[in-house]
């Protein structure tokens, strides 16, 4: 957690003449499973993290917001506010803030635009799927609602500033879904979350007490910028496509009249189709193991340049096609272990719920095709070290794994992964401490002020 003390004297040392600052903090999240989902209105199941991203902030009499980092990590920032924030380029982390203050000045319709201080510090490592950019944008956010006189919870409850939040970071150019946002901002220490969207909402779910979350850092960066971006947004621009296309066969054989906005709408809208159901629609939609642009074009009766246009963007075909019945069945197939893992949660069953745990990164890795060889190697060796379940969290394509351990074994399994994994990748670094690539998480308060 970061050290508010040290946050505030860090402060006080770039803006020297600023009012005294207020402190907020957001915490980081780990999924433990539910992976790619949340972007298709399914269900997802998280948990906060005790790491957090902190921002001490105070008015200026002008409408200039300047950035500092309290640990010089990130280059000074500043930008006007105003009713229109141009983004910065890719990559560059003042498109957080910008992010969370425009979103709340469209929300409350703000025409006196106000300008503030703020130095930001935190412990949520970088681009390891840990949610350390969207705990910036809710930490952002917090600080500008109290700027703007506004009142978690009087003004804008959790779940609208959670929604507001998610619909914001889509400014940096991220197509995914609210999980991060919503459990940064309706978790709770001692427990996970089931979270739910169209309506968004959370179950609290405590975790088996014979089991402990650990996560292990495949030291491969996960950034969502640049070309991982583009390989992230694969995910949710082919799930577009693929709603278009089961939508057109309810169509023509169900009823014409079927709308269907998201995928999680064939289970929780107006269909409630059986899990049998929802399989017999995605063999029927997708009979091939691939499709190209050429017969989703025929299926719907567009050419391949509107297909594009309106779901693909400038997502780039594949030679042999699109993988949409792959992608389809990891849809389906990790509704079914989420729903699952909230039931074995509640029956204190850790050994069920490390089985669904191994299954999702299977399909993960397989239907869904975000693993790498570093997280297939941290899965392997975590379950060869007694791990109950294992599996890649978040975005995928590096980052972190989230492991399900026997409570009574977490330092040995650290000690076991420490020498198998990270002593040879780690030769020329011996200074890192541990906690920098394995933790032992532990559940934290939901985003507020300090």
Same mark, same amino acid.
């Given at each position: ?47 906060? =993290? ?18 500092? @980092?309290?640990?010089? &990590? ?10 229109? =924030? ?26 006196? #635009? ?81 979270? &739910? #969207? ?14 402990? =979350? ?65 399989? @017999? ?17 025929? #299926? ?40 699952? /893992? $909230? ?43 007694? /791990? ?24 040995? #399994? ?10 040879? $990748? ?17 559940? @934290? ?6």
């Amino acid at each position: 957690m970061t050290d508010v003390e040290k946050l505030i004297a860090a402060f006080n040392n770039t803006f020297p003449d600023a009012p005294a600052p207020r402190v907020c903090r957001a915490p980081g999240r780990v999924n433990l499973i539910g992976e790619h989902t949340d972007y298709n209105g399914l269900p997802v199941l998280p948990m906060t =993290i005790d790491r957090d991203v902190a921002v001490a902030f105070a008015p200026r009499p002008d409408s200039t917001i300047r950035l500092r @980092s309290s640990t010089h &990590d990130y280059p000074e920032r500043e930008f006007v506010n105003g009713p229109d =924030i141009v983004p910065s380029e890719g990559g560059i982390w003042d498109n957080y803030c910008k992010a969370a203050v425009q979103g709340l000045n469209h929300h409350f319709d703000v025409s006196r #635009f106000p300008g503030m201080d703020m130095c930001v510090a935190g412990d949520i490592p970088t681009a390891v799927g840990l949610s350390s950019s969207s705990a910036l944008v809710v930490a952002c956010a917090l600080a500008y609602l109290a700027l703007l006189g506004k009142t978690l919870e009087s003004d804008i409850t959790r779940l609208e500033l959670a929604e507001l939040a998610a619909d914001a970071e889509r400014y940096v150019g991220t197509r995914g879904g609210g999980m991060d946002q919503a459990i940064i901002l309706l978790g709770d220490k001692g427990a996970a979350c089931k979270i &739910d #969207f169209y309506p968004l909402r959370a179950e609290r779910v405590s975790l088996p007490q014979d089991g402990a =979350i650990v996560i292990c850092n495949s030291l491969v960066k996960a950034a969502k910028s640049g070309n991982m971006l583009h390989r992230y947004n694969e995910g949710p621009l082919t799930c577009r496509l693929i709603r278009a296309m089961v939508e057109k066969h309810l169509q023509e054989h169900w009823d014409p009249e079927i709308e269907i906005n998201c995928l999680g709408a064939l289970w929780n809208g107006m269909l409630c189709l059986t899990d049998r159901e929802a399989e @017999s629609v995605f063999e029927q939609t997708f009979p091939g193991k691939t499709t190209t642009l050429s017969e989703a074009g025929t #299926f719907l009766g567009l050419s391949p340049e509107a297909i594009r246009e309106r779901w693909l963007e400038d997502l780039e075909e594949p030679k042999e096609g699109f993988r949409l019945k792959a992608r389809a069945r990891h849809q389906r197939t990790e509704y079914r272990r989420v729903e699952s /893992a $909230r039931d074995m949660m509640l029956a204190g069953d850790a050994a069920a719920l490390g089985e669904l745990m191994n299954a999702s990164h299977q399909s993960c890795a397989e239907d869904y095709r975000i693993s790498c060889p570093e997280l297939d190697t941290l899965v392997a060796l975590a379950r060869q070290e007694g /791990a109950l379940g294992a599996r890649l969290t978040g975005a995928g394509f590096g980052g972190c794994t989230v492991n399900l351990v026997p409570a009574g074994e977490v330092e040995r #399994f650290c000690e076991s992964i420490e020498h198998a994994y990270y002593r040879e $990748r780690l030769a020329q670094q011996t200074s890192v401490p541990r906690r920098d690539y394995i933790l032992r998480a532990e559940t @934290s308060p939901a985003a507020d002020y300090i």
